[in-house]
């Protein structure tokens, strides 16, 4: 399995662009999570999805945050507009029922 | 209010030094699972072990041990004889079973240098 997909690796984007990141998570696997990795916060959950339905939104910073998952194999974040606040590194993650927690190799986030 | 502490921010040892990462949690939960990854330089989280709560055996993976003790809350790991390549941030996690599902609430983590 090519494990957890992300997409872009890097993504270097202006204040007020729309930004979307993109998550191939495991075949199989049922749950699917976003988190946020910043100096300040370290690593926090985002919004987690349980059979491509959102679950726990709580995580999401603020209405400029949008995440979906339209099918079992695919799940965008979007942030419309984007602010320099928002340069982290974004993760994927992908379970089936607890188990085989793995991560993608992340999207980092630079907003100028 | 931090679920998962890792008091220690930063820890540099000498290599074959052995080094203790210390991980304490809080949890009401009687079932739920501790983990702890590995980001290296290159920026990925690499998983390493995880753990149950009602296994309480401790656990060995050629220079990697853990050490889990429900009475103390704690779920410490120890690299034996470190070496160059593990020079990394350790990050402990918690998932409770009673918050959503499965999610990680990890530790501020615990930056390793291992220096030759």
């Known amino acids: 399995d090519a494990g957890v997909i992300q997409s872009p690796r890097h993504e270097v984007t202006e204040m007020g662009q729309e930004v979307t990141l993109r998550c191939k998570p495991i075949?199989?696997?049922?749950?699917l999570f976003w988190y946020r990795q910043t100096m300040m916060r370290g690593l926090e959950l985002l919004i987690y999805?349980?059979?491509?339905?959102?679950?726990?939104d709580s995580g999401m910073p603020e209405d400029r945050f949008s995440a979906k998952m339209p099918n079992a194999s695919f799940s965008t974040l979007k942030i419309q507009p984007s602010e320099p606040r928002d340069s982290a590194v974004y993760f994927c993650?992908?379970?089936?029922?607890?188990?085989?927690?793995?991560f993608g190799s992340g999207t980092r986030l630079t907003v100028v | 209010a931090q679920k998962v502490t890792q008091a220690q921010t930063e820890i540099s040892v000498v290599e074959k030094e052995d080094v203790t990462l210390d991980c304490v949690y809080e949890?009401?939960?009687?079932?739920?699972?501790l983990f702890w990854y590995k980001q290296p330089p290159s920026g990925e989280l690499v998983f390493l072990i995880r753990?149950?709560?009602?296994?309480?055996q401790n656990e060995i993976s050629g220079r990697y041990s853990w050490n889990f003790q429900k009475s103390t809350s704690s779920f410490n790991f120890t690299i034996t004889a470190s070496q160059v390549v593990d020079s990394a941030v350790y990050f402990c996690?918690?998932?409770?079973?009673?918050?959503?599902?499965?999610?990680?609430?990890f530790g501020k983590g615990t930056s390793l240098l291992v220096t030759p």
């Open positions: 999805f349980n059979n491509n339905v959102p679950i726990d």
């Open positions: 996690a918690l998932s409770e079973t009673s918050n959503s599902g499965y999610a990680l609430n």
């Open positions: 993650a992908s379970i089936q029922g607890g188990l085989g927690y793995t």
């Open positions: 949890t009401r939960d009687t079932t739920y699972y």
């Open positions: 753990r149950n709560s009602f296994d309480e």
């Open positions: 075949s199989g696997h049922n749950s």
